[in-house]
């Protein structure tokens, strides 16, 4: 009986470790709760609801949040417009941009959707946690 208890113990905490992380996932997704999103230099503005309802600008700078690896849009990371250009937002929320390579002359496009980088937390824009590379491609 002992065994079947330890099993519905380990099962449940399974369950609700499954749980945390999908719904995690879930409060990622900026752009659902967030309208007139642009980019602003390297920031991101957007006017996003907060908890009751409420309409609250909003302000995040990628180049603290996004990085550039190797021509690639990386989250986390820092300073990706210092290597990247033609920097442009697709569809309110998938970063795309014109990066070099390792300091090489060579350059590719790449984009990253910031749905799985930011959340809207009650009218503010914050980073999730976990990393994300060429999450948009």
């Known amino acids: 009986m002992t065994q079947v208890t330890t099993r519905n113990v380990i099962a449940a905490a399974a369950f609700l470790f499954l749980m945390a992380v999908s719904n995690a996932d879930a409060d990622c997704n900026f752009a659902e709760t967030c309208k007139d999103i642009q980019l602003e230099g ?3 503005v957007a006017v996003c ?14 180049d603290l949040e996004i990085g550039n690896k190797d021509g690639q849009l990386v989250y986390p990371g820092t300073g990706f417009s210092l290597s990247c250009s033609r920097i442009e937002l697709i569809d309110g929320h998938v970063l795309s941009a014109y990066c070099t390579k390792n ?8 984009t990253i959707d910031l749905n799985n980088c930011f959340q809207n ?5 914050l980073p999730c946690s976990g990393s994300v590379e060429n999450a948009a491609e």
């Not at 300091?103 to 790449?110: D, K």
């Not at 937390?121 to 824009?125: E, Q, T, V, W």
């Open 42 to 44: 390297p920031g991101l």
């Open 49 to 62: 609801k907060t908890k009751d309802g409420y309409d609250a600008l909003a302000f995040i700078d990628l």
């Open 103 to 110: 300091f090489r002359f060579e350059s590719s496009t790449s």
């Open 121 to 125: 937390y009650n009218g503010k824009l």
